[in-house]
């Protein structure tokens, strides 16, 4: 019997609207039902955001009835278990109050037993209104505390333990969502409680031991069964409410980062008086190296005593409308960065702690988790009242999430540090409130160590190191570094190469939405970069003039709409890459890049490189080729142009391939082959020339290269100036031919960013690529929409865009 489950129909009431009542299902979330019930329309098509804003100025209550048997009312204990309740909620069993919450990220288990009965019962779950109650909260603060004034479009978001962009950010829609985003079920307690079980891993050479800790009810005597790998032992519950057991694993399978190794995941199953608890279990060694050196210090993840190279993107919450996240699309999301060659997701700290399933995804696929705590951008309280509301929260999550391997860091917020010197209050203040933010932030360093002595805590990202709170934007020696001269100060894409950044936790460059992502939103008399959907479509203040700027200083002017679309994906492309390249180019100097952002969580223009639909944007398909464990940058010194090869496997790669310099009618100029067999953690340079030798055809003319590494193909290419504009370059006629899910094409001339889109589902295997003529490249489409594939594919490509 055990578990009740309460998930499914709801039903959702307002006291502002007597006459509504509507269906709801749980998990999920308020805007979602009322939409699906046709009480408000899609908040994110057109402009519709402006017009479901009265959602949040309600209060809510949602109820279901369930019932319980005879049996289960013989039950010791009945706890009901909540998690993700959004967010000032009053749960009522049969009227009665049983819990009062204030925090979206705690989760609560209560004995129902006492307020039940046999037969019919009811909870409700009252939710209130969070902008009042932030207003009384900042009324009664001992100082001021500044909120994210410029992304949040409610004020006080700080003073509530809510997910913060839920009031919108320089991406987001402000949607003030509320509902419950966990399963809830009610556990089935029959004589001694099972509350939960944590592992910890003691290494020698070659060998582990597991120890498995059991924290249940405090009744001795009972028989624990604990299987680990299909070894079991059985222990006795003891009245302290707690045992523990150890498992020795000689020469264990170890879990690995993807591009590192494999991912062996061992089964750990513990049983008691009929409730189970199961977890899989990744047997890694993990340290974060930062040692002093000639720089300044390393910011290096060693799993395995190998240091790795961490890249990959942050992660933002997967939807505005929590209904909407699905097994599916986490796994779309989460395999799209490792198709990638992503190795690492940075959580970020202005979302959410994220579903069980997104750690499990992470560690099945080898995706390392950089975790903030969810404060971002704002300045936080250090009032006794908002440490005792954070306090469980940091300690429940932590418990709840430290035995996934993917997890490599405890970070305590995002930009917090930083912030202080953004708002005027603490601008002129900075002692005061660098003395607030200590207080809070060394609280949270204090419970997530008695949580979990096995990883480091990092105060912020960014940060140069533990107790310096200076600059880590434009700090390269040290720590994390968030590098936004590039996007927010307008400064030409080589900024990125004045620094060699240790670890550059954030970087970022917006694209438009693709052609196929702005059908689905943007009504066709909105299809102009400057319409009120568009423009409501664009969190970031100067995002739509910063793009169009840009482009009057790489490129030719795009013709129309379509071309603006398609090059703003080029251009943030080339941004990122131009970043990528280089920091790889240096390794090991810079350990680590995750650029800013993977997702969207609605149709918007961003810095995403995978759209809300989930279709890849072009940037995304460079990604699979810049990060690519073995990788051919290319390296710019005042004589000489070079390509490196970068090789972050374990073990030495043999790279075969061949370097073309060509004119833009498509002469060859010139032609080497390359041999070279890289050695594990390298970075050579394989291939150099000197500038003189082509300093005449610098304009017409582009250097490509493409090598085989492990049975794969990479390409990259050079142009003599990021000026695009400038080049030489002949218009591409570009041929396709179809066959099914095969697609050929052929160019006549060189063609650059040759990009495939369909207004379907589903990837390429390679786009936004060079296509060299008499080159004919076949590229595959992995979707199964072919139908949607053969009406809408279109093929783009710089030459054809103005
Ligand atoms: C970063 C993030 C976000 C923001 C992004 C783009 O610093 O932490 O706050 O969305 O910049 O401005």
């Known amino acids: 019997m055990s578990q009740i489950s309460l998930n499914g129909k709801w039903i959702l009431t307002s006291p502002a609207h007597s006459h509504l009542a509507i269906p709801m299902t749980v998990p999920g979330d308020n805007y979602h039902a009322l939409y699906q019930a046709g009480i408000i329309t899609n908040p994110y098509m057109g402009t519709n955001e402006n017009e479901v804003q009265w959602v949040r100025e309600c209060d809510w209550h949602l109820s279901q009835e369930f019932s319980l048997s005879p049996q289960e009312m013989s039950a010791a204990s009945l706890i009901l278990n909540l998690s993700r309740v959004d967010t000032l909620a009053n749960v009522f069993i049969n009227n009665e109050l049983v819990l009062s919450s204030t925090n979206q990220f705690q989760r609560h288990r209560i004995d129902i037993k006492p307020f039940v009965k046999p037969g019919d019962n009811t909870i409700s779950v009252h939710f209130s209104r969070v902008d009042e109650e932030a207003l009384s909260r900042a009324k009664k603060l001992p100082m001021p505390i500044p909120w994210a004034v410029g992304n949040n479009q409610l004020p006080h978001m700080n003073l509530i333990r809510k997910t913060q962009c839920h009031s919108g950010w320089d991406w987001g829609i402000c949607l003030m969502v509320s509902g419950i985003y966990d399963p809830i079920y ?149 395999t799209s960065a490792k198709d990638a060659n992503m190795n690492m997701i940075r959580v970020w700290g202005g979302g959410q702690y994220e579903s069980e399933l997104f750690y499990d995804l992470c560690d099945e696929l080898g995706l390392m988790v950089w975790q903030d705590m969810m404060f971002a951008c704002s300045l936080y309280p250090s009032t006794d009242a908002f440490l005792k509301d954070v306090e469980p929260e940091i300690r429940q999550q932590i418990q709840r999430l430290k035995d996934h391997p993917s997890i490599v860091l405890w970070c305590g917020d995002n930009e917090v540090i930083g912030a202080i010197g953004w708002y005027d209050e603490s601008k002129n203040n900075k002692t005061t409130y660098t003395v607030n933010y200590d207080r809070l932030n060394r609280n949270i360093a204090q419970w997530i160590a008695e949580e979990d002595p096995s990883r480091r805590f990092w105060t912020s990202s960014p940060c140069n190191g533990d107790m310096d709170f200076g600059d880590a934007w434009h700090n390269d020696n040290r720590g994390d570094m968030h590098f936004w001269d590039v996007w927010h100060s307008g400064k030409s894409f080589d900024a990125y190469q004045d620094i060699k950044p240790r670890f550059c936790s954030e970087f970022g460059f917006q694209s438009w939405p693709s052609f196929s992502e702005v059908k689905t939103f943007v009504p066709e008399e909105d299809w102009n970069v400057t319409s009120p959907t568009f423009e409501g479509h664009q969190k970031n203040g100067r995002g739509n003039s910063i793009i169009t700027e840009m482009f009057t200083r790489y490129f030719r002017f795009p013709s129309n709409f379509e071309q603006m679309l398609y090059l703003s994906q080029v251009q943030q492309a080339i941004a990122i890459k131009t970043g990528c390249e280089y920091w790889r180019a240096i390794s090991p100097i810079c350990r680590g890049m995750l650029y800013w952002q993977l997702n969207d969580n609605w149709p918007v223009s961003s810095w995403s490189s995978i759209e809300y639909s989930g279709r890849w944007k072009q940037l995304h398909y460079h990604a699979k080729r810049f990060f690519a464990p073995t990788y051919v940058p290319f390296e710019e010194t005042n004589s000489e142009l070079r390509i490196r090869a970068v090789n972050d496997h374990r073990t030495e790669a043999h790279i075969d391939g061949t370097v073309y310099w060509m004119d833009f009618n498509g002469e060859l100029l010139g032609k080497w082959a390359v041999n070279y067999t890289i050695e594990e953690d390298g970075n050579d340079v394989i291939w150099s020339l000197s500038k003189e030798k ?3 055809s610098e304009n017409n003319s582009f250097f490509f290269i493409e090598i085989e590494v492990n049975g794969e193909s990479i390409q990259n290419t050079w142009f003599a100036t990021p000026k695009l504009k400038q080049l030489t370059m002949k218009k591409a006629k570009i041929n396709l031919i179809q066959s099914g ?20 589902k589903g990837q390429f295997s390679d786009s936004s690529f060079t296509l060299l003529p008499e080159k004919p490249v076949t590229i595959e489409y992995l979707g199964d929409d072919i139908e949607t594939l053969k009406n809408t594919l279109r093929v783009y490509d710089l030459s054809n865009s103005y």
Request: charged share 20%; with cysteine.
């Open 186 to 334: 009610i556990e089935v307690v029959k004589k001694i409680e099972l509350s939960s079980i944590e592992t910890a891993q003691i290494w020698y050479q070659g060998a582990v031991d597991l120890t498995v800790n059991v924290k249940h009810e405090c009744i001795a005597g009972q028989a624990i069964t604990v299987n680990f790998n299909d070894e079991i032992h059985t222990l006795i519950s003891h009245e302290s409410g707690e045992t523990s057991t150890i498992f020795h694993i000689e020469n264990p399978e170890l879990w690995w980062p993807s591009g590192y190794g494999e991912q062996p995941l061992y089964s750990l199953t513990v049983e008691l008086d009929e409730q189970t608890i199961t977890k899989r279990v990744g047997l890694r060694q993990l340290e974060l190296n930062n040692k002093n050196d000639e720089i300044g210090s390393a910011m290096e993840f060693v799993i395995n005593g190998f240091p790795i190279n961490s890249k990959g993107a942050n992660w933002i919450p997967m939807d505005a409308m929590p209904s909407l996240e699905s097994e599916s699309r986490y796994r779309e999301l989460l």
């Open 694 to 696: 082509f300093q005449v």
């Open 741 to 760: 899910t095969m697609l050929t094409l052929q160019s006549d001339n060189p063609a650059f960013f040759v990009h495939l889109e369909h207004d379907g």
